[in-house]
């Protein structure tokens, strides 16, 4: 292809994306970020510089983050011993200080930094900065009955108004899943559920879940199985049959729950392929899976 033709392609991506962009412009966008996109540099890189695009076309995302994979190997080097009960990490005294610190000051500060380098405009904050989050403290449903799993909780209520105003002053909200919980005390909430219940809060146009998958496959292992669009009708089948399983439960419950709550629509998308999160919202048939009423 010869330089001008490159040009002039690149051109036509612009006007492509244009409707959307136009659509899109001024409605908020939740992004949940965490999974292997956050392990490799190139990766990261490329999801913080599609977030740091949207916003510099008016479109406003907020990033709500995980961290599992950090929390990990801190948790292994302080030689605190770790296990889950139903998915969730039991958080106790110990593990919790780990958690907080970790999402906090290693993870959350990191993403603003980043961002920033890459010009755009941010701000991190602790989900129980201001009671943005208030919790109460969740118990896991076992054939025992009802396991106490610590400072773990689930989520009561989300305080918009702090998010709004760093949205209007063209901030991007970086949130760490920390609730604020009884007695005063951190929580840790998670992330999947976390972004779902803000994305709702907020009347979120879009929730976007950037994980380490294509999206729903109606075939394990099979790229070609991808389902691009699952009504919300039609989850309940899919997990029923073992499509959705393990930890893709949590983000496709979060979808749900986000769609009957009154975001438009929700989105599974593989943060490893390059300007993914872009092919999605900007295209019309895009790559990952969509999740809608």
Same mark, same amino acid.
């Given at each position: 292809?010869?330089?001008?033709?490159?040009? $002039?392609?690149?051109?036509?991506?612009?006007?492509?994306?244009? #409707?959307?962009?136009?659509?899109? +412009?001024? *409605?908020?966008?939740? !992004?949940?970020?965490?999974?292997?996109?956050?392990?490799? *540099?190139?990766?990261?890189?490329?999801?913080?510089?599609? $977030?740091?695009?949207?916003?510099?076309?008016?479109?406003?995302?907020?990033?709500?983050?995980? &961290?599992?994979?950090?929390?990990?190997?801190?948790?292994?080097?302080?030689?605190?011993?770790?296990?889950?009960?139903?998915?969730? +990490?039991? %958080?106790? %005294?110990?593990? =919790?200080?780990?958690?907080?610190? /970790?999402?906090?000051?290693?993870?959350?500060? &990191?993403?603003?930094?980043?961002?920033? @380098?890459?010009?755009?405009?941010? +701000?991190?904050?602790? @989900?129980?900065?201001?009671?943005? =989050? +208030? !919790?109460?403290?969740?118990? @896991?449903?076992?054939?025992?009955?009802?396991?106490?799993?610590?400072?773990?909780?689930? /989520?009561?209520?989300?305080? $918009?108004? #702090?998010?709004?105003?760093?949205?209007?002053?063209?901030?991007?909200?970086?949130?760490?899943?920390?609730?604020?919980?009884?007695?005063?005390?951190?929580?840790?909430?998670?992330?999947?559920?976390?972004?779902?219940?803000?994305?709702?809060?907020?009347?979120?146009?879009?929730?976007?879940?950037?994980?380490?998958?294509?999206?729903?496959?109606?075939?394990?292992?099979? #790229? *070609?199985?991808?389902?691009?669009?699952?009504? !919300?009708?039609?989850?309940?089948?899919? =997990?029923?049959?073992?499509?959705?399983?393990?930890?893709?439960?949590?983000?496709?419950? @979060?979808? !749900?729950?986000?769609?009957?709550?009154?975001?438009?629509? %929700?989105?599974?998308?593989?943060?490893? $392929? #390059?300007?993914?999160?872009?092919?999605?919202?900007?295209?019309?048939?895009?790559?990952?899976?969509?999740?809608?009423?």
């Amino acid at each position: 292809m010869k330089p001008l033709e490159k040009f $002039i392609e690149k051109a036509s991506i612009l006007i492509e994306a244009l #409707p959307y962009i136009q659509r899109f +412009r001024e *409605k908020i966008v939740v !992004v949940k970020y965490g999974g292997s996109t956050m392990k490799d *540099k190139i990766d990261k890189d490329t999801v913080l510089n599609d $977030i740091v695009f949207l916003s510099s076309v008016g479109i406003r995302p907020v990033i709500v983050h995980g &961290g599992g994979p950090a929390i990990n190997k801190e948790l292994k080097k302080q030689g605190v011993e770790t296990h889950r009960v139903n998915g969730l +990490r039991v %958080t106790d %005294t110990a593990t =919790m200080e780990v958690v907080e610190s /970790v999402l906090v000051n290693q993870v959350n500060a &990191g993403i603003v930094e980043e961002i920033q @380098a890459l010009g755009g405009r941010a +701000r991190g904050l602790s @989900a129980k900065d201001y009671g943005i =989050m +208030r !919790v109460s403290k969740h118990f @896991a449903n076992t054939s025992d009955g009802d396991v106490d799993i610590g400072f773990v909780g689930d /989520v009561d209520s989300i305080e $918009i108004n #702090p998010l709004l105003g760093l949205l209007r002053d063209g901030f991007i909200p970086v949130i760490a899943p920390i609730g604020l919980g009884p007695g005063g005390h951190s929580f840790n909430v998670n992330a999947d559920t976390a972004a779902g219940r803000f994305a709702a809060a907020l009347s979120a146009e879009k929730l976007v879940f950037l994980t380490d998958v294509l999206g729903i496959l109606r075939r394990h292992d099979d #790229p *070609k199985s991808l389902m691009s669009s699952v009504s !919300v009708e039609e989850v309940g089948d899919l =997990m029923e049959n073992g499509v959705i399983n393990g930890g893709m439960i949590p983000k496709i419950q @979060a979808c !749900v729950d986000a769609v009957e709550t009154g975001v438009s629509k %929700t989105h599974i998308v593989s943060g490893c $392929i #390059p300007h993914s999160m872009l092919l999605e919202i900007f295209t019309r048939d895009g790559i990952g899976t969509e999740i809608t009423e």
